[in-house]
């Protein structure tokens, strides 16, 4: 496997604009004659159907959602970052380079960081021109809130909905070209497989979820804008479909996977209430702007919070962290909340919770003033636990959220399979080891409306692409594959669901491979979880059939590829012997309990080839140089 990271030369600031002169065009009337498939419908998928399609190519755009509307975009929460400065404190596109290199641990590609923050401040523009309604200051200059890791204020937020608005955003202007018959739209299909054809990315294979037609599809290039795999673990803030299967499906047909041990949990999520549940919900990162966290000072504190008086109450952040207080980054606010628990100084009935209070605020700035900020979110939280969150403080707990592994990409987001184009949080490119909040909408949107329409074109320009059809061999034996695949899954007829085998995994990857890891933990993993896989394949049932729709079978299919792909999320965090953002390894921490990154040895991503069904994948490495960021110990003190 080759990894070319086609990173531009010259100075950091002007390699995205020098690389957009550079690349080759493609004629306005020759755009029409290429075809793109486009898989998912959230911020980056989404944003890349429109844009390209008004660009005038013929764009066929896939979701196994009913509507391109239900994308797990819409549930992100707090707001996008952008380097507009409009707050006068200091920001620039440097230092929101600067912050999310740093919030990442080091551990991205400054390249593809410093064109994100280039372009973010056009994402501002295009949203509010499609009618986006961000918040705005009294004056009606668009508002700006913190987000953790950043001493700045540039996060752009609708309320507690950004994500449901800027979806809604690029969903008008998906539905645009929909109209015009730019776009042709595939609802309720799932991508099962991806086909080659002399190397090169030249369809997919899909799966009605109405009907259980399988069928292939033909394309000049296909982008995949799938979304993230934080449901390997079972419980996460994910929405229930949520999967790693396109992804991994390109995997195993040739695509490198970069840093899948890279996950990120985030601090502020409603606690586990028990065995029953299938999911976990957020609480926005927002609320750290105004909430404070703290636990009793005093070990299996039993009073309610309202009586333990101040003095007996511990802000550890703001006592660990002076500077950032209760805005530090994700991966360390929620170690230092499992840390606090793991000392016994945890709240709730299981005692694995904190609490994030508003009292103070509430007080400094009155109850309506909150309740504009941040109303729909108490309102959520009241819905699900029965407390009232203006009386009485939050209890949250970290869950997981979001995985910064993904597919490699190169500058042009372009996969080590040429004609595959990987986009958003399926790929591992811009936030390292570690996401800052309020970056992931910023980056779908960066990919969707700013990068691909201008490095697909240069695909298309500079690589010659032979006719293909859905009657060649190679579409036949893909569809060939699937359907022997859904006919096995169906004929096992076991005894266990798929959502027994999918919580024993998730037990065992939150156990072995979550907020902290150690040798010991994940060689047991790897050990266990071809266990259960063999199990799996011996005692899986599934009712009904597969020629119609059937949930259990969309989920079995699912739970296949979550349990191979865990194994490799654990031979990655095994290989990768530092503490470096999300991924904690006991063995190395100082003795403050903070991360201990390995630069001379671990400065680089680690690219995995699949290399069969029963062989070992190997490792491969992109290295990476920091010309304009020095290499330093993260500190937020």
């Known amino acids: 496997m080759k990894l070319d990271s086609k990173v531009p030369g010259g100075p950091v600031s002007e390699k995205w604009t020098n690389h957009k002169f550079e690349m080759k065009l493609v004629n306005p009337a020759n755009k029409r004659k290429f075809k793109i498939i486009v898989v998912g419908t959230g911020l980056a998928g989404g944003a890349a159907a429109a844009s390209l399609a008004e660009l005038g190519y013929d764009v066929h755009n896939f979701c196994f959602q009913d509507s391109p509307r239900r994308a797990h975009s819409i549930a992100a929460q707090g707001g996008i970052n952008a380097a507009k400065n409009y707050q006068g404190d200091g920001d620039s596109i440097y230092r929101l380079f600067y912050d999310t290199v740093k919030g990442g641990d080091f551990r991205s590609r400054e390249a593809n960081v410093h064109r994100l923050a280039e372009v973010s401040v056009d994402i501002i523009d295009q949203c509010v021109a499609q009618g986006v309604p961000f918040a705005r200051e009294y004056g009606g200059q668009l508002a700006n809130r913190s987000f953790g890791g950043a001493q700045v204020s ?82 996460s803030t994910n929405a229930m479909g949520s999967n790693v299967t396109a992804a991994y499906r390109a995997y195993k047909k040739g695509a490198g996977f970069a840093n899948p041990c890279y996950t990120q949990i985030h601090p502020t999520c409603i606690p586990v209430s028990g065995d029953h549940q299938s999911k976990l919900t957020l609480m926005s990162e927002s609320l750290r702007n105004d909430g404070r966290v703290w636990v009793p000072k005093s070990q299996n504190e039993k009073r309610k919070p309202v009586d333990i008086p101040e003095e007996e109450r511990d802000y550890y952040l703001e006592r660990k962290y002076p500077s950032f207080g209760n805005l530090v980054p994700r991966d360390i606010a929620s170690r230092s909340a499992k840390e606090a628990c793991d000392h016994g100084n945890g709240v709730g009935d299981s005692g694995l919770g904190v609490y994030l209070d508003f009292g103070h605020a509430i007080k400094r700035d009155g109850k309506n003033t909150i309740s504009q900020k941040y109303g729909n979110l108490f309102q959520m939280y009241e819905k699900i636990t029965g407390e009232d969150p203006y009386t009485t403080p939050m209890r949250i707990f970290p869950a997981v959220h979001y995985t910064m592994g993904g597919l490699w990409v190169d500058y042009n987001l372009m996969s080590t399979i040429p004609g595959l184009h990987v986009l958003g949080e399926a790929n591992f490119s811009d936030h390292g080891a570690n996401r800052l909040g309020a970056s992931a909408l910023m980056q779908g949107l960066a990919d969707g409306y700013f990068v691909i329409p201008y490095t697909i074109g240069n695909f298309f320009a500079s690589t010659a692409l032979e006719p293909v059809s859905t009657d060649q061999q190679e579409f036949k034996d893909a569809v060939s594959l699937v359907t022997e695949r859904v006919k096995t899954l169906m004929n096992i007829n076991g005894k266990r669901s798929a959502d027994s085998f999918h919580k024993e995994l998730g037990h065992i990857m939150w156990d072995k491979c979550g907020m902290a890891r150690n040798r010991e933990g994940l060689e047991a993993a790897i050990q266990k979880i071809p266990e259960i896989k063999q199990e799996f394949w011996e005692n899986l049932r599934i009712p009904g059939s597969g020629d119609r729709l059937n949930p259990e079978l969309e989920k079995a299919g699912r739970v296949a590829d979550f349990l191979e792909f865990g194994e490799l999320m654990c031979r990655d965090a095994l290989q990768r012997e530092e503490s470096c953002g999300g991924h904690f390894r006991e063995e190395h921490q100082t003795a403050e309990g903070e991360a201990t990154r390995n630069d001379e040895d671990f400065a680089h991503a680690a690219v995995w080839e699949f290399k069969g069904e029963t062989a070992v994948p190997e490792r491969h490495k992109e290295e990476l140089s920091f010309e304009n960021v020095k290499l330093v110990t993260r500190s937020y003190k």
């Open 154 to 235: 540039r996060t752009f937020y609708a309320r507690g909905q950004t994500g449901q608005q800027l979806l809604l955003g690029a969903y008008s202007a998906l539905s645009r070209q929909v109209g015009l018959g730019k776009v042709k739209m595939h609802t309720r299909s799932e991508m099962l497989d991806l086909v080659l054809v002399k190397g090169v990315a030249r369809g997919i294979v899909t799966r009605c979820l109405k009907t259980g037609n399988i069928s292939s599809h033909s394309a000049d290039a296909v982008i995949l804008a799938t979304g993230g795999y934080g449901n390997v673990f079972y419980l």
